[in-house]
């Protein structure tokens, strides 16, 4: 019995306004606890909440961006439950009348593209946080009244991969918008997902299940996963699957049950009476869309045109706005754009990621990265040995040219000491030699690489190719 | 509209309190009378108006997105029952 499953995401976005959703206390991070407070976020009696206008052009941003209907008329509703992340013991959100719905954003799904739609995006405020100790709870309200965006997907993503795409789309659109950080890690865009299994061409949809708790995309592509395979399990013995809200755990790579009571949450919404309601005027809507920068889609289509690039060659650096940024710098110096983007992609990324930085906060210019580029091109040092070059140039902040320079990391493309080498290896690798008399052409890439070894890397591995050929032909 | 015991009980839930057995019958009468007063409202003829969430003819109030001094921390916890190490100490909740 096959199965196939039906995933949709909730996406929440802080948004990185200067001040809160609903009073004037700075959004900041890491400061001291319950400092970003006031009587507002802090629901004391008698205080009144005023909507942040760039929260409110922000989210209306974000909903055009997602192709959404903005509403034109939209209200502020209490969703009301005892917890005390929430000080007012509601927290200001969005039901009936949401600013915006029906919208869809483009993934990549096996070569084609797919069409997910998104149900609605709406305004909220953000709880505080909770420190758990042995025998009380701390809490912290200076998140309390963050602006969050909700971005509800509708149920059209088939696979855990699907919904990792779906989320990188997401939150490059984001980025490209400037209005969210989009830090899993830091809590700024976080992710829930439910997820229910169904017999392959059965059209009703099976018991859904909620999963929380995870901190990174590729936790929700492992949950979804681990759900998949839990869920197939149990159907298969013929067992029901329980409608019930799970938690991710990274470590134990599982999927558990929340153990709550059984009860649906009974919210009790009522429209928010102390924020009147909101008219978009289409002339703000109109002033927004003409506000809207170059969207990942455009940026990868412009690119292509541009740059004679693939659209799978680009997908990589376009995810990355101040990268993508950091591409056209490039292109400007040095016209050859596949080898700057294979370079961003790779030596330059691995070290974005090694070293947990951004490529504005890698400390290497553009200039920099294209001089080390070039010497690469003209044969001043081979493209192994650029790598390290790279990390030193990370290091110290020292140009390419005196690294190489100090090391003594230039290229060897001298043909009389490079003769000598290739002598040597050939000498002592008499196997590979027969294999390649024997027609395996690996058998020589496998002395080349020998000769780059000894040379340190150094070795100019066209010429090192064309030594040995000469001399293996003389043998 | 009759109020039975288990739909006060779940109400007293929702809202967090505590009620004795004795407390749950007076308040299943009391409010069903409340409720039974306020059915008096569907007689009312309303067809020719839209629904309405606010009586107020206000509309788009906005704050501009600029910092306010926020409270002193020492007067935000000033009247916390219980504190620790600049928070709010709560007796311990795991959702």
Known sequence: MSYECVIGLEVHAQLNTRTKAFCGCAVEFGKEPNSLTCPVCLGLPGSLPVL???????????????????????????KNYFYP???????????????????????????????????????????????????????DYNRAGTPLLEIVSEPDISSPLEAYDYLTVLKAILQ?????????????????ANISLRKTGVKTLGAKVELKNMNSFKAVKDALEYEIGRQTDLLSENKGIIQET???????LATFSMRTKEEASDYRYFPEPDLPLFTIEDSLIEKIKGSLPELPREKSARFVKEYGLTEREVKLVIQDKDLADYFEACCKLYPKAKII??????????????RKLEIATLRLSAASLIELIKL??????SNLVAKDVLKEMLDSGKPAVSIIKEKGLAQISDTSQLEKIAGDVIKENGRSVQDFLAGKENALMFLVGQVMRKSGGKANPKVVQEILRGRLKNV | MAISKDTVKYVAHLARIRLKPEELDVFSVQLEEILKYMEKLNEAEVSHIPPTSHILSLKNVFRADQVRPSLDVDAVLENAPKKKDRQFSVPKVIA
């Open chain 1, 52 to 78: 942040n206008q760039t929260a409110f052009e922000y989210a209306v941003k974000v909903a055009l961006a997602l192709g959404c209907q903005v509403q034109k008329n939209t209200k502020f509703d209490r």
């Open chain 1, 341 to 354: 983007n294979n370079w961003l992609i790779g030596a330059v990324s691995a070290e974005m990621n090694s």
């Open chain 1, 176 to 192: 490209y918008l400037g209005v969210s950080d989009c830090d899993m890690e830091k809590g700024t865009l976080r992710c829930d």
């Open chain 1, 376 to 381: 690469v091109e003209d044969g001043s040092v």
């Open chain 1, 85 to 139: 992340d929430l000080p007012k013991n509601y927290q200001i959100s969005q039901y009936d009348l949401p600013l915006s719905l029906k919208g869809s954003l483009e993934i990549e799904s096996a070569d084609k593209m797919k069409k997910i739609g998104i149900t609605r995006v709406h305004l909220e405020e953000d709880a505080g946080k909770l420190i758990h100790l042995d025998d009380a709870s701390l809490v």
């Open chain 1, 246 to 252: 799970r938690l991710w755990d990274a470590k134990k």
